[in-house]
């Protein structure tokens, strides 16, 4: 059994700075891609930010320039750094990474339960 688990939410003022991480144990073989996702109360979840086993990123075009998206593949863990943190950026935070489990297997797309990112004004 493979699970993601986030931490670091919390709630800061504008303008603060907050580190989220996700850390994948289980039966683990490989780790493709993981991202970070997002959803405010009344909205449809939303994609954060994405990087690849070969560490190319990309980003939602409202983070670009605040948050910066890494992983430790040694560690099985992906990180968010968040600054200049706005109201709007007020949601649950869910990881997903793409695992596979052993040698021969497909990858499985697998979520975090989610961690609340609470900024006020």
């Known amino acids: 059994q493979v699970q993601l688990v986030e931490s670091g939410g919390g709630m800061v003022q504008a303008g603060g700075s907050l580190r989220l991480s996700c850390v994948a144990s289980?039966?683990?073989?490989?780790?493709?891609?993981m991202g970070w996702y997002r959803q405010a109360p009344g909205k449809q979840r939303e994609w954060v930010a994405t990087?690849?086993?070969?560490?190319?990123?990309g980003y939602a075009d409202s983070v670009k320039g605040r948050f910066t998206i890494s992983r430790d593949n040694a560690k099985n863990t992906g990180y968010l750094q968040m600054n200049s943190l706005k109201p709007e950026d007020t949601a649950v935070y869910y990881c997903?990474?793409?695992?596979?489990?052993?040698?021969?297997?497909?990858?499985?797309?697998?979520w975090g339960q989610g961690t609340q990112v609470t900024v006020s004004s």
């Open positions: 289980g039966s683990i073989f490989s780790i493709n891609a």
């Open positions: 997903n990474a793409e695992i596979r489990g052993a040698a021969g297997l497909k990858f499985r797309s697998v």
């Open positions: 990087i690849t086993s070969g560490s190319s990123t």
